[in-house]
């Protein structure tokens, strides 16, 4: 059904918004990928099974009911957090530092390891660092992957893959060759460039580069050029996580509170 008391937020302005799963067992076995942003509104089968939950930066004023936030939108973050940081810290970060940090803790392949159990049956929960300087150096991580993921990164170009082959750009068939590192959409176009562990990669419990054109199945594939961008992207991805997790043994070293908030 509707969401629209949770979307109109990504209507009434400008807003960035974090996706996660509620129930990683769900999805499978494998390792927590429910994670994701959006700058719009966003379908709750972003994941594989759905169970996309969308938690907005923003709350902006409902016109409907005027008063009910005043002053205008509003950080849709607890206040305790922030007060909590402001005190360790000397000073509030602004509420995208937090997403990014947030993000990019979300990413680091030690975290999901360490809570594994935890990630399958309920919401993420952030361990915060007491120490400034690391949460600055994972926000900035943070925000490095969230542009990568908005599609909007100079980190984008050049593409780290290729599209080759002539003839017309309609996906009959997908067929990945791990050997020759190239995806097939049909007997004579391809993209080249295209690592295993690119291939393999998975947000919200897909294949992220097979699902895109097998959702485009029988159809052309009207800007190739994009496809180009999404695979760079998750070669960016899975360098960022290994810099993320460097910097998460930190965070865990320098716990703000004994528990994770």
């Known amino acids: 059904g509707s969401r629209y008391k949770v979307m109109r937020h990504m209507l009434a302005g400008e807003n960035l918004a974090l996706c996660v799963g509620r129930q990683g067992q769900v999805v499978g076995p494998g390792e927590w990928t429910l994670a994701f942003c959006a700058e719009h509104i966003v379908d709750h089968n972003l994941f594989y099974r759905g169970g996309n939950v969308t938690f907005p930066l923003y709350l902006y004023p409902d016109v409907a009911s005027a008063g009910t936030l005043s002053g205008g ?10 007060a909590a940081i402001g005190e360790a810290y ?6 995208e530092d937090v997403l990014a940090y947030v993000y990019a803790v979300l990413y680091s392949p030690t975290y ?80 080249t460039g295209v690592t295993p562990e690119m291939w393999a990669y998975q947000i919200g419990g897909y294949q992220v580069l097979e699902k895109y054109l097998k959702d485009r199945q029988g159809r ?27 910097v998460y043994r930190a965070i865990e070293a320098s716990l703000l509170r004994e528990k994770v908030i």
């Open 73 to 82: 939108r509003q950080a849709n973050i607890d206040g305790r957090l922030l």
């Open 90 to 95: 000397g000073e509030e970060p602004a509420p």
């Open 112 to 191: 999901r390891e360490r809570y594994a159990a935890e990630l399958r049956v309920d919401f993420p929960r952030v361990p915060f660092t007491r120490e400034r300087e690391v949460f600055w150096q994972m926000a900035a991580l943070g925000r490095r992957l969230i542009a990568l993921h908005l599609l909007d990164s100079p980190e984008l170009g050049p593409p780290a893959i290729r599209y080759e082959g002539q003839g017309p750009d309609v996906v009959e068939q997908v067929r990945y060759d791990a050997a020759a590192q190239r995806v097939f959409i049909n007997a004579h176009k391809y993209f």
């Open 220 to 246: 052309t594939i009207a800007d190739p050029v994009r496809y180009l961008y999404i695979g760079t992207a998750i070669a960016g991805t899975m360098a960022l996580q290994k810099e993320i997790d460097t």
